[in-house]
């Protein structure tokens, strides 16, 4: 199981306050980025890019979108902070093995 | 190139597929009704229709590379700058490489020349949605097949 890592979450914190114009101190690892930042689908296509471009990864947030929708998987799985650090972690790990 | 319908482009010179590069023509007309209001008396190719042109051979690289299953939709432009002012009549070379493709978006890196010359160099970001209609997909592929972008195989273009 992958542990949720604080500098990665730091990372990607920044990453959505930059893009989004949001206060950094409003991110935290229980925040929602839809629900409580308000972040468009477009934004979070953007802070993907990013989070990609930085940690050389490929997040498949179409899919996770997708899943949502079809009502096979909670939002909060994949956009509550905690849980899209831990994604990411995952997707790094992936990519390392 | 056709301006009052929006097609930049008129040729592709090369697509590397591998190096996910293209090269494409694009001549400037010599006439236009844009031209008599920018400016009048003194006509040059808008600037924001340079960038266009890049976002245009941009999209249908990435369209071309991935099999013509997404509609490239410009969401951003960064680091554009437009350093000289074109007339009419005049070729332009115009070059795009893939510098990050990701889920839903991608982004090229473009630079527009005339006579060896730099004009324009932008990087152009992408929504690559799916194509909200068949027809319009039918229509993109006819057009890439005109202008001479690779389109796959059995693909119809009617």
């Known amino acids: 199981m992958t542990e949720f890592n604080q500098e990665t979450f730091e990372l990607v914190a920044e990453i959505i306050s930059d893009i989004c114009s949001i206060n950094r101190a409003d991110i935290t690892p229980d925040t929602h980025t839809v629900d409580d930042l308000g972040i468009d689908s477009l934004d979070f296509l953007d802070v993907t890019f990013d989070i990609d471009k930085r940690f050389g990864i490929k997040m498949p947030v179409e899919q996770w979108m997708e899943e949502v929708n079809q009502g096979n998987a909670d939002a909060a799985e994949f956009f509550v902070m905690k849980n899209l650090v831990t994604r990411i972690e995952e997707l790094r790990a992936e990519k390392a093995a | ?158």
């Open chain 2, 1 to 158: 190139m056709y301006l009052e319908y929006f097609q930049m482009v008129d040729r592709v010179v090369a697509l590397d597929s591998a190096a996910e590069t293209i090269q494409c023509i694009a001549r400037v007309p010599d006439t236009s009704t844009i031209f008599e209001g920018h400016f009048p008396g003194y006509p040059l190719m808008p600037g924001t229709l340079l960038v266009e042109t890049v976002a245009q051979v941009g999209g249908f690289l990435l369209m071309s590379l991935g099999g013509y299953s997404r509609l490239p939709i410009l969401t951003q432009i960064a680091k554009a700058k437009v350093r000289r002012a074109v007339s009419p009549g005049t070729e332009l070379q115009v070059d795009a490489k893939v510098i990050q493709v990701s889920s839903g978006i991608a982004a090229v890196e473009g630079r527009l020349n005339a006579d060896g010359k730099p004009i324009v160099t932008c990087e152009i970001r992408y929504h690559m949605m799916a194509f909200p209609q068949d027809n319009l997909r039918a229509m993109v592929l006819s057009r890439a097949r005109d202008i001479g972008v690779p389109v796959p195989d059995g693909e119809s273009a009617t």
